[in-house]
């Protein structure tokens, strides 16, 4: 089963995804976290992506769906993909139904994680997460119970996104409202666009998705 997350920065794209790695094996694909990596090694992509992603702006379509392809190849035994944050555009979409179909794969569910766009800002840039072990934490909704040791392995360091600042945030919002979000009109014909309330507690937003991928037919 291989299945798309959809929602704008701060939806709990990448929270979900983790948790869909964990419960059900299946393998998370972000192309944030593809891109981060290669900002930090340097290569010649990261150095492509980097003054855009700083920006809050997309990087080129072939980019990222290079980044992608590659990954299809790589876990091609997995029982199923998690798309986090890919496709972000039409253009995405349709190269993703390519990279699928010619690998004998389809897209099997679109999940739209729904936020009021007001508390997103709030949300996104008082993101911290823990160095070791990768715990996410928030400035003001979810700090560490000691300051700065964390919760769970009591690691002593933390790091924050460059893009989870407000200006930033803005774009990354303004980029989903007019690139990504249109794209579930593309996927609407074949009737695989489940949406879910991403205000409620989080668990409570993965017993809806488990609901939505256990009833699949
Ligand atoms: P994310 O971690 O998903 O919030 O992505 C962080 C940044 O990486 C975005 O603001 C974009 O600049 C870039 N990015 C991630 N995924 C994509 C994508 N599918 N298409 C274009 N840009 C992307």
């Given at each position: ?20 790695v964990d ?23 990261g150095?492509q ?6 920006r ?15 990954r ?10 998690v ?5 972000r555009?039409?253009a995405?979409?349709?190269a ?8 004998d ?8 994680l729904?936020v ?5 800002v ?11 072990c ?11 119970t ?8 009591k690691g002593p360091?933390?790091?924050r996104r460059s ?5 930033t ?7 989903y ?5 249109p794209?579930?009109?593309y996927?609407?014909p ?12 989080i668990d409570a937003?993965s ?6 991928l256990?009833?699949?037919?």
């Amino acid at each position: 089963m291989n299945i798309i997350l959809v929602g704008p920065p701060g939806a709990g794209k990448g929270t979900q995804a983790q948790r869909l790695v964990d419960n059900r094996g299946m393998v998370q694909l972000s192309t944030g976290d593809m891109l981060r990596a290669a900002v930090k090694c340097g290569s010649r992509v990261g150095v492509q992506a980097q003054t855009v992603m700083e920006r809050g702006e997309l990087v080129s379509d072939d980019i990222v769906a290079a980044l992608i392809g590659e990954r299809l190849d790589n876990d091609q035994l997995s029982g199923g993909f998690v798309f986090d944050g890919f496709p972000r555009t039409q253009a995405q979409a349709c190269a993703l139904d390519v990279l699928l179909h010619s690998r004998d794969r389809k897209v099997d569910h679109v999940i739209v994680l729904d936020v009021d766009e007001d508390i997103l800002v709030d949300r996104v840039a008082g993101r911290f997460t823990c160095t070791q072990c990768k715990a996410g934490y928030h400035d003001n909704f979810k700090p560490t119970t000691t300051p700065g040791v964390c919760d769970q392995c009591k690691g002593p360091t933390f790091s924050r996104r460059s893009d989870d600042n407000e200006e930033t945030v803005r774009n990354r919002l303004s980029e989903y409202r007019s690139k990504t979000a249109p794209i579930l009109a593309y996927y609407a014909p074949e009737r695989i666009v489940e949406h879910v309330d991403g205000m409620i507690d989080i668990d409570a937003v993965s017993n809806r998705i488990a609901a939505i991928l256990d009833h699949d037919p």
